[in-house]
């Protein structure tokens, strides 16, 4: 029988949340690096006990860790990232030119093949790879030295490469999403990389559709249709069906268009789910209300999921990392707060249960489905 | 033996307890101390200092027979009440709270 595997991030470690296929009872176990802050770990498709954690801490810096045994036991791996080359700037918040620096690693995410390679996200905004199950991380330096770079400023998180995800189909594409770049595709497997922002427009830059400086929160792909992309962009919802050579709205009937997270069912191409967040100013979700909203025509009409999730004083966040399906039938759906519930919904959406509701500030959500 | 007291999170990423102790040769130096302790716990590698430059990272602090080192040149030696394992060598995070 199938069972699931949650693992989550917080601000002060990591958990794992175990279930059957039904998806009511669960067991929690944690916290794993207490004290520290886990801003992902994602497990190999490839062997899903192999899993990679991202660990950090303002005061101890990067560590990285990796497990053979499902989260079971962890070892301490390679945390040194240098970027290759002679550095330069990218663009500092007062528009000055700021020394590109490493601060820590965002996203995890493993190759669909060979559970030795995994691929880091990194702030200042860069891409690594690691071939030796994270021993040492290699920067892939043509993004980081694309010809846009020193234009790029940070929003308020920080310059971060955020999301990384992998064309299943040609594992030589791949898109990295950058706050507060935009979206990048490599198809030479990461020499090079090329903006693709074409149909972004932002209000906060002063030409509002430029190539590059588009606040992208998260991107989203199904595997059987790699080159329909979904995005939650700082406001607006974006869909490309060519692979992120051009984007359109669908934001549609969203009662704001503000959010960090973006997903798709797993057997539903079309079936996507955003959390609408009040906005840039207000980082918790409108008029008190937690509410997942679903488009199963692939955006622009959505409706919005309520059944178990608070509907009057409730003001969370959702961040980018923090939304994840599972892989069976019907598809399961989870996100993390930033006030520690842990919600899943077994039925693709329909209802909704919290499995924990005070684990510190959730930072990601990730899911595997196990045999 | 030299007494090396770290801060919580990283006695749990080394898998040790609060005090470890090193035995090393005169001159007894912050470096000394730090490179020792980096080649016995991996895991600390980056934690404390910075792997490439060897800078202390910036919320770290460094303290000996009530005196603050955190500045003090990495090659000077320490009090001989640390080299001689009556006073510990503390490695502390900055004060976090509000």
């Not at chain 1, 954690?53 to 560590?63: D, E, H, I, L, N």
């Not at chain 1, 962009?233 to 051009?246: F, I, L, N, P, S």
């Not at chain 1, 009057?312 to 399961?332: I, S």
């Not at chain 2, 980096?38 to 000996?64: C, Q, S, V």
Request: charge should be negative; include cysteine; hydrophobic fraction near 35%.
């Amino acid at each position: 029988m199938s069972k699931v595997r949650v693992l989550v991030g917080t601000r002060k470690g990591a958990f794992v949340l175990s279930s059957d296929a039904g998806r009511k009872k669960w067991k929690v176990e944690g916290p794993q690096f207490a004290g520290w802050e886990i801003y992902h770990l994602k497990g190999s498709p490839a062997n899903p006990d192999r899993l990679y954690a991202s660990q950090s801490s303002s005061w101890f810096g990067q560590v990285m860790h990796r497990s053979d045994d499902g989260g079971k036991t962890w070892e301490t791996v390679g945390n040194q990232f240098a970027y290759e080359g002679e550095v330069g700037p990218h663009t500092w918040y007062d528009g000055s030119p700021h020394p590109y620096e490493f601060k820590r690693v965002w996203h995890l995410e493993p190759s669909l093949n060979d559970p030795d390679t995994v691929y880091a996200g990194v702030e200042d905004a860069a891409i690594f790879k690691s071939s030796d199950a994270g021993t040492t991380w290699s920067e892939l330096p043509g993004l980081r030295t694309h010809q846009t770079a020193s234009g790029w400023a940070p929003g308020a998180g920080g310059l971060c490469l955020h999301t990384i995800l992998i064309d299943p189909k040609n594992h030589d594409r791949m898109y990295g999403a950058i706050s507060s770049a935009g979206v990048f595709r490599t198809d030479d497997a990461g020499k090079t990389w090329k903006p693709i922002n074409r149909g972004l427009r932002s209000n906060h830059i002063p030409d509002e559709d430029a190539e590059v400086g588009h606040c992208v929160h998260r991107i989203a792909m199904h595997p059987s249709r790699p080159n329909v992309l979904f995005m939650q962009k700082h406001w607006d919802v974006m869909r490309t069906d060519d692979g992120g050579d051009t984007w359109h709205e669908i934001s549609g009937d969203l009662p704001t268009d503000f959010g960090f997270v973006v997903d798709v069912h797993a057997n539903e191409p079309d079936t996507v789910y955003v959390i609408p967040i009040t906005s840039d100013s207000l980082h918790y979700v409108p008029d008190g209300k937690l509410r997942v909203y679903r488009s199963k025509s692939g955006g622009n009409e959505w409706e919005a999921l309520t059944n178990g999730l608070p509907q009057k004083d409730c003001y969370v966040n959702v961040l980018r990392d923090a939304m994840a399906v599972d892989q069976l039938d019907p598809c399961g759906v989870y996100f993390g707060t930033s006030g520690g519930q842990v919600y899943a919904s077994p039925d693709g959406g329909d209802s909704w249960a919290p499995i924990v509701h005070d684990l510190p500030g959730v930072l990601s959500v990730e899911v595997q489905t196990l045999a | 033996m030299i007494q090396v007291i770290l801060p919580a999170n990283l006695q749990t990423l080394a898998g040790v307890g609060r005090v470890v102790e090193l035995e090393l040769p005169a001159p007894v130096t912050q470096r000394a101390i730090l490179d020792a302790l980096e080649a016995n716990h991996p895991a600390l590698r980056g934690t404390i200092r910075d792997m490439t430059t060897k800078k202390r990272r910036p919320m770290i602090r460094f303290f000996a027979c009530e005196e603050d080192w955190s500045d003090a040149s990495p090659d000077s030696p320490l009090p001989d009440e640390v080299v001689a394992g009556k006073e510990p060598f503390l490695i502390l995070g900055a004060i976090a709270g509000g």
